[in-house]
Every structure is written in structure tokens, then in C-alpha cells.
């Protein structure tokens, strides 16, 4: 119950702040998904390039 109760408190604080500062946080989200492309660009092409790494050992084995 308490539980319940405080994440009830949290997102009504989390709502009002979000409408008190809305365009801050517009200012966040557009600074944050650039980076976040980054990395997520970065990871992937890290990924792709290990599994090519793979595919090239299995065809020396063969």
C-alpha cells in the first residue's frame, strides 16, 4: 500500500513539474537524442562488425 501510495505521490509531483518546466524539458529531450543516436549508432556498427568477425572464423574452418 505504501507503495501504491507513493508512486501515485511521484507521478503527480513528476506531471506538475513536467507542465511547470515543460519547455525546459523540450530542451532536454532535443539534446538528448542526438547522443542518444550516437551511441545507439555507434553500438550497432560495433555489433555488426563483431558478427562479421564471426562469420568470417566459422568460414575458415570450413
Do not use: C, N, R
Amino acid at each position: 500500500m505504501k507503495t501504491l501510495v507513493g508512486g501515485a505521490i511521484a507521478s503527480v509531483l513528476g506531471f506538475v513539474g513536467l507542465a511547470a518546466w515543460f519547455a525546459e524539458f523540450l530542451h532536454l529531450i532535443a539534446g538528448l537524442v542526438p547522443a542518444l543516436l550516437l551511441l545507439g549508432g555507434g553500438l550497432s556498427i560495433y555489433l555488426g562488425f563483431d558478427e562479421v568477425k564471426d562469420s568470417w572464423k566459422q568460414d575458415e574452418q570450413v
